[in-house]
Antibody, heavy 121, light 110 residues
Framework: QLQLQESGPGLVKPSETLSLTCTVS??????????WGWIRQPPGKGLEWIGS???????YYNPSLKSRVTISVDTSKNQFSLKLSSVTAADTAVYYC?????????????WGQGTLVTVSS | QSVLTQPPSASGTPGQRVTISCSGS????????VYWYQQLPGTAPKLLIY???QRPSGVPDRFSGSKSGTSASLAISGLRSEDEADYYC???????????FGGGTKLTVL
């Protein structure tokens, strides 16, 4: 059974960089059949797409976050990562990692449990 | 503001049929598949409908999706108390090159 697990600091200071890692177990991140993505949800609000990556490194980013976001993949560790720079309180959210079967426009069939990141001094 | 528009709330009594709408544009719903996700309180979203009207294995046939033009709908028949959750529609947007979500609809089972 595929599992995705987010990890990283739960508290980040304003203007610093948020860094999260998603570890994939029960399947290979190098499979040609999937994209891997990040989605966030501010407390009490809706879902926001951050971006996605293919095992080869090809990425798609939300234009509203593109200048601050980097998503990378480490196939040797079966992980992919998110970096969001110059964070503010508006970046406080539950961050989910996810799998997309097929292409960046496809559905999310597996989600991580999510991790809350709070931006505060 | 979300790119896709959903009603913020919906409600029904047990056994009833409810529908949740999702309105978009030609660059998203009008030209791409629509997906629906169910999010129970305190949990990650779960895929409910993919490719407009397909149900993943394990999703009851009480849930159905449809699409017409630049709008889509999720229907839930035989409403049950465990259906009380937030529901989100989503689609790829060709102009933005990103997945866009609706703002979510909170379904209350009275």
């Amino acid at each position: 059974q595929l599992q995705l697990q987010e990890s990283g600091p739960g508290l980040v200071k304003p203007s610093e960089t948020l860094s999260l890692t998603c570890t994939v177990s029960g399947g290979s991140i190098s499979s040609s059949s999937y994209y891997w993505g990040w989605i966030r949800q501010p407390p009490g609000k809706g879902l926001e797409w951050i971006g996605s990556i293919y095992y080869s490194g090809s990425t798609y980013y939300n234009p509203s976050l593109k200048s601050r976001v980097t998503i990378s993949v480490d196939t040797s560790k079966n992980q992919f990562s998110l970096k969001l720079s110059s964070v503010t309180a508006a970046d406080t959210a539950v961050y989910y990692c996810a799998r997309l079967p097929g292409d960046p426009a496809s559905e999310i069939d597996y989600w991580g449990q999510g991790t809350l990141v709070t931006v505060s001094s | 503001q979300s790119v896709l528009t959903q009603p913020p709330s919906a409600s029904g009594t047990p056994g009833q049929r409810v529908t949740i709408s999702c309105s978009g544009s030609s660059s998203n719903i009008g030209s791409n598949y629509v997906y629906w996700y169910q999010q129970l309180p305190g949990t990650a979203p779960k895929l409910l409908i993919y490719r407009n009207n397909q149900r993943p294995s394990g999703v009851p046939d009480r849930f159905s999706g449809s699409k017409s033009g630049t709008s889509a709908s999720l229907a839930i028949s035989g409403l049950r108390s465990e259906d009380e959750a937030d529901y989100y529609c989503a689609a790829w947007d060709d102009s933005l090159s990103v997945v866009v979500f609706g703002g979510g609809t909170k379904l209350t089972v009275l």
